[in-house]
């Protein structure tokens, strides 16, 4: 049996984003996102962790190629949500909430197709040094 190991991998992201429910009155929102509601939007610099875990190769001595990681991250999110404005130049967010929450589940459907069925996956999207979210597919 392979021992199992995990490989992370860490990329940023500037993106621009307004939070906002459209069932909700405009009150509602700015009482409930407060200066996320922005109508003008705002913006941060994103951190994303990547971790893949799962068996490693005996033979190769890897999970994971690291570069084959680092590519699908940049085309699958640094070239997607890279300097743009989450609510209107992306197609995952067009009426999805851009919220940290449910951009780490979006970023994770992303990367999750490209691996092996049995290897495991946990983002870990910083919004701010303080504020992060972790989405690993599971539920509690």
């Known amino acids: 049996m392979a021992n199992w190991v995990s490989v992370t991998r860490t990329a940023q992201f500037n993106a621009a984003h307004r939070l906002h429910v459209s069932e909700w ?9 407060g200066l996320c509601n922005n109508p003008n939007y705002h913006g941060h610099n994103y951190e994303l962790h990547v971790t893949v875990s ?3 190769d005996p033979v190769s001595g890897y999970l994971l190629d690291m570069k084959t990681l680092k590519d699908w991250i940049k ?3 640094e070239d997607a949500f890279d300097h743009k404005n989450l609510n209107l130049d992306t197609v995952e967010f067009k009426n999805l909430n851009p919220t940290a929450e449910n951009m780490a589940v979006v970023i994770w459907e992303k990367l999750k197709k490209r691996l092996n ?3 495991k ?8 040094p303080r504020n992060f979210v ?3 597919g ?3």
Do not use: V, Y
């Open 117 to 119: 069925p049995e290897m």
């Open 138 to 140: 599971t539920q509690s």
């Open 25 to 33: 009155s405009e009150e509602t929102n700015r009482a409930f996102f």
């Open 121 to 128: 996956l946990e983002i870990k999207l910083f919004e701010t």
């Open 54 to 56: 799962g068996p490693l």
């Open 134 to 136: 972790k989405f690993d």
């Open 75 to 77: 085309e699958d999110i």
